[in-house]
């Protein structure tokens, strides 16, 4: 069974810091691209991260370049977004999201449950 859990979310002050995690099962977690999108209150679902199986490509929304880094540690098949100098833009609903093949190249992708990040002072 696929399992996507994500974690690390909350209330946060503008300027300020926060680290998501998001731990991974069922899966053959090195050989799928993972990403981070958002989804802030009435706006559409976008992309905010993303990084390669072997940690060695990350691709970043313009929005959030310089402020912050996705990270992946294939021992813990677990991915990480730290986030920093958090603005109140980035408020939003964060989900976990795995893409790779499966047997027969059938493109397989997951979704976690999400983890609410509320930047406010």
């Known amino acids: 069974q696929v399992q996507l859990v994500e974690s690390g979310g909350g209330l946060v002050q503008p300027g300020g810091s926060l680290r998501l995690s998001c731990a991974a099962s069922?899966?053959?977690?090195?050989?799928?691209?993972m990403s981070w999108y958002r989804r802030a209150l009435g706006k559409e679902r976008e992309l905010v991260a993303a990084i390669t199986g072997s940690g060695g490509s990350t691709n970043y929304a313009d929005s959030v370049k310089g402020r912050f880094t996705i990270s992946r540690d294939n021992a813990k098949n677990t991915v990480y977004l730290q986030m920093n100098s958090l603005k109140s833009e980035d408020t939003a609903v964060y989900y976990c999201n795995a893409k790779g093949y499966g047997s027969g190249w059938r493109i397989m992708e997951y979704w976690g449950q999400g983890t609410q990040v509320t930047v406010s002072s």
């Open positions: 069922g899966f053959t977690f090195s050989s799928y691209v």
